[in-house]
Antibody, heavy 123, light 111 residues
């Protein structure tokens, strides 16, 4: 059974750096084709994809936020980390991590999600 | 504002059919598979459709997906009150599928 859980601070101040952790179980991030992504959702608004990291350490970022984001992994601890710099109140959102993998030749994007973590940016 | 355009809301009566559109461009929908996600209130999104028209195990065949050119469509038949949720399309975009994009979401109301 695949599970993911987001953790980190729920309140950060403007200009601070946010670091979130996605702790997962039920799969290995060393297996071919597996990747973990971060997505956020401001209150009452749409999903916004942020970044992903592949099993081979390849990384992809939202063009709009690329300069502020870093994504890394610790496969031995089954964790993926997202860092976002220069936080602003508009970054207030629920942050989700999600698993993706191939089933045979089929890619199932974001087939398992964490419950999400609400991060509020306020002074 | 998302590069994938969805209607903000749709509605239909229980038992009826509804479709939700997702319009993009040649760099995203036109050259990549589309997925659809259902987000019930207060919960995380759930994968409904992948690779344009395939359903993960456990997703009923009331849900279907299709694609033509740079637009995709989610269809839901036999509407139930439990289908009331936000629905999002998503796909890769950019050169060599450089990044992922979601649509702006559609609120389905089952009257």
């Amino acid at each position: 059974q695949i599970t993911l859980r987001e953790s980190g601070p729920t309140l950060v101040k403007p200009t601070q750096t946010l670091t979130l952790t996605c702790t997962f179980s039920g799969f290995s991030l060393t297996a071919n084709g597996v990747f973990v992504a971060w997505t956020r959702q401001p209150p009452g608004k749409a999903l916004e994809w942020l970044a992903l990291i592949y099993w081979d350490d390849d990384k992809r970022f939202s063009p709009a936020l690329k300069t502020r984001l870093t994504i890394t992994k610790d496969t031995s601890k089954h964790q993926v980390f997202l860092t976002m710099t220069n936080m602003d109140p508009v970054d207030t959102a629920t942050y989700f991590c999600a698993h993706s993998a191939y089933s045979g030749y089929d890619l199932l994007p974001f087939d398992h999600w964490g419950q999400g973590l609400l991060v509020t940016v306020s002074s | 504002q998302s590069v994938l355009t969805q209607p903000p809301s749709v509605s239909a009566a229980p038992g009826q059919k509804v479709t939700i559109s997702c319009s993009g461009s040649s760099s995203n929908i036109g050259s990549n598979f589309v997925s659809w996600y259902q987000q019930l209130p207060g919960t995380a999104p759930k994968l409904l459709i992948y690779e344009d028209n395939k359903r993960p195990s456990g997703i009923p065949d009331r849900f279907s997906g299709s694609k033509s050119g740079t637009s995709a469509t989610l269809g839901i038949t036999g509407l139930q009150t439990g289908d009331e949720a936000d629905y999002y399309c998503g796909t890769w975009d950019g050169t060599l599928s450089a990044f992922w994009v979601f649509g702006g979401g559609t609120k389905l109301t089952v009257l």
